[in-house]
């Protein structure tokens, strides 16, 4: 039911189509035309190709590499995802839980200090108390019912929180956290052994690590293919107005004249500087 969770799994999904797409080159292209001469009977100009970029398939490698180490990154970070999930949902459900037991101690203590206020009012119709004596026993009570009040209001906003971590509304009814709040640990993990096993097991610092790891890739590819253009192959036949038949091929490539990728190779170069630096303050 989490709206999180869903999201996290939808963009499973999308690293999975861009892995498939990564595999896969650009389809050719067919063309066709028919051009009819202005004067005379002649037949129509017909000419047919067929092209293909040769550019997907000198990146194809590159682009499967990146687009796996992408899903690998994903799945890790949903793994983090499910972990802050379950860490928050506990949480949550003690805090519900605590929150019941501190309402029902409360009642008890505001039906036991309505009962004193009470039995204060028969010891001063009697004359056993004073004014003074009895004041405090009906501020007492009062005292007890505000803060009844407020743990109710504390439990029921526990209750909701852990609601929402379920992704149900406030007033679910399969919402319970009525159980008896555990015992404290005997023993305690030392900082040094914690250290080492995040080190190890947080997915949320594999997820970082795998993307630096992955623009660093991403980088290298950038400079390596920065002077490639557009590399089209075509095949192409035409048949001339007086019948002449043609066929040949050609290719088709970009210059870098203009523009040598240096905004391309300058953009990986900030995102890995980003990812390292995300990876380390994460760390």
Avoid at 51 to 69: E, H, I, K, Y
Avoid at 88 to 111: F, G, I, K, P, T
Avoid at 136 to 159: D, F, I, S, T
Avoid at 245 to 268: D, E, M, T, W, Y
């Amino acid at each position: 039911h989490n709206p999180r969770m869903r999201m996290l799994y939808a963009e499973l999904g999308l690293a999975q189509a861009e892995l498939i797409d990564a595999t896969r080159i650009s389809n050719p292209s067919f063309d066709w035309n028919r051009l009819k001469p202005n004067q005379g009977n002649l037949p129509a100009k017909l000419s047919f190709g067929l092209s293909q970029s040769v550019t997907d398939l000198l990146m194809l490698g590159a682009r499967r590499n990146f687009a796996a180490g992408v899903r690998t990154r994903t799945q890790q970070e949903i793994s983090a995802a499910v972990g802050a999930l379950i860490f928050d949902a506990e949480s949550a459900y003690w805090n519900c839980a605590a929150s019941e037991q501190v309402r029902s101690m409360r009642q008890l203590v505001a039906e036991s200090a309505k009962t004193s206020s009470a039995l204060a009012e028969r010891f001063f119709a009697a004359g056993n108390i004073n004014k003074v004596q009895l004041a405090n026993e009906n501020a007492a009570a009062a005292e007890a019912q505000v803060a009844l009040k407020h743990a109710e209001a504390e439990a029921l906003a526990a209750r909701a929180e852990l609601s929402q971590t379920f992704g149900l509304v406030a007033t679910d009814a399969r919402v319970k956290c009525g159980a008896v709040l555990p015992d404290l640990p005997s023993k305690v993990d030392s900082a040094d052994s914690l250290f080492a096993l995040a080190a190890i097991q947080r997915s949320d610092l594999a997820a970082a690590r795998s993307h630096a790891t992955l623009l660093n890739e991403m980088l290298n590819s950038t400079k390596r293919w920065r002077w490639l253009g557009n590399l089209d192959f075509s095949a192409e036949r035409e048949r001339e107005t007086d019948g002449e038949k043609l066929r040949g091929i050609g290719f088709s490539l970009g210059l870098p004249i203009f523009n040598q990728g240096q905004a391309s190779v300058l953009r990986a170069q900030a995102m890995l500087e980003t990812a390292v630096a995300t990876r380390d303050q994460l760390a």
